[in-house]
């Protein structure tokens, strides 16, 4: 992937994990192992944060380990409106304010409640609540792009509070300093709650705006 994106086959664009997959597989491909191992050792002496592109790559790789991460499936991260309304759901700063500093502080805490409230429902319907969320608070893909609050009849009835429903989303689409799980599409149909996977190279979790499988 880094010999790809020196070459700019990836054309400047967020790539999706099936070009990434396929880019990895061409490259490994012309390499060969020992092209390969030569690549291997230039990279891993950069640093992070000493030159973009092997932080983007690292980055992408990351996203294909996430994806493959169970075999007979493909898996993501939870979008921000996928996380946030399974916080809307827990336990959590049910019965007290919070200002977003205070649940920065502690993250555990706020990745057992994704889980907690993720657990309530089934996984479609999470899904479908946090493209509902992600419709009503997040900012247009594209430029002229009109932003729609979430009309889901369901929505509406199982996330009435307004301004819970604006903290966490707030919450989680800025801080990605907190663990989320995984949304798993099974090879045989259907969908699951996975596990949580390890902060990405940089520390962070992987929280988009929108599904990407």
Do not use: K
Request: proline content about 7%.
């Amino acid at each position: 992937m880094f010999e790809a994106g020196a070459d700019n086959e990836l054309g400047g664009r967020v790539p999706t994990t099936d070009d990434l997959y396929r880019v990895l597989r061409a490259s490994v491909a012309v390499l060969g192992p020992a092209g390969l191992a030569q690549v291997v050792a230039t990279f891993a002496v950069f640093e992070l944060g000493e030159f973009r592109e092997t932080d983007t790559c690292r980055t992408f790789a990351y996203r294909l380990a996430l994806s493959f991460w169970y075999a007979g499936a493909r898996s993501r991260p939870m979008t921000a409106g996928e996380a946030a309304v399974a916080l809307y759901l827990s336990d959590a700063y049910r019965h007290h304010q919070v200002d977003a500093v205070t649940a920065r502080r502690a993250p555990l805490l706020v990745s057992r409640a994704i889980r907690q409230g993720a657990a309530l429902l089934p996984t479609p319907t999470l899904m479908r609540l946090g493209e509902a969320m992600g419709r009503e608070f997040a900012a247009p893909a594209s430029p002229g792009e009109v932003v729609t609050a979430g009309r889901d009849w369901l929505y509406r009835q199982a996330l009435p509070d307004y301004h819970r429903r604006r903290f966490c989303f707030a919450l989680l689409w800025a801080d990605v300093c907190q663990p989320s799980p995984l949304i798993v599409r099974l090879d045989g149909a259907g969908y699951a709650l996975g596990a949580t996977p390890p902060a990405g190279p940089d520390g962070t979790w992987l929280r988009p705006v929108r599904v990407g499988w």
